[in-house]
């Protein structure tokens, strides 16, 4: 029985259609894989600022405690 060429021309289309839009798909995957990438990096180096700030507060906090142990039992007239 020939194959019927109506069909065959149906049976194209709709693989070439079916292909451009699986490649579309990779294509749009992978600029979310990048994207994702990228706020994965970004959210690194956001919390390595963060440990930097934490850790520097600490120190002043450290600081102002020394500078109020320091002045406490002087008394305000002995300069």
Same mark, same amino acid.
């Given at each position: 029985? +020939?194959?019927? +060429?109506? $069909? =065959? ?13 699986? %490649?579309?798909? %990779? ?14 990096? =970004?959210?690194?180096?956001?919390? =390595?600022?963060?440990? $930097?700030? %934490? ?7 450290? =600081?102002?405690?020394?500078? #109020?142990?320091? #002045?406490?039992?002087?008394? +305000?007239? $002995?300069?």
């Amino acid at each position: 029985m +020939p194959e019927d +060429p109506i $069909a =065959q021309s149906e049976l194209a289309a709709l693989t070439r259609r079916f292909e451009e839009v699986a %490649d579309k798909h %990779d294509r749009e995957f992978g600029i979310m894989k990048s994207d994702l990438t990228a706020v994965r990096l =970004q959210i690194g180096n956001l919390d =390595q600022k963060v440990e $930097a700030l %934490d850790k520097k507060i600490d120190r002043n906090q450290a =600081q102002i405690i020394e500078l #109020l142990t320091e #002045l406490v039992g002087r008394r +305000p007239d $002995a300069g």
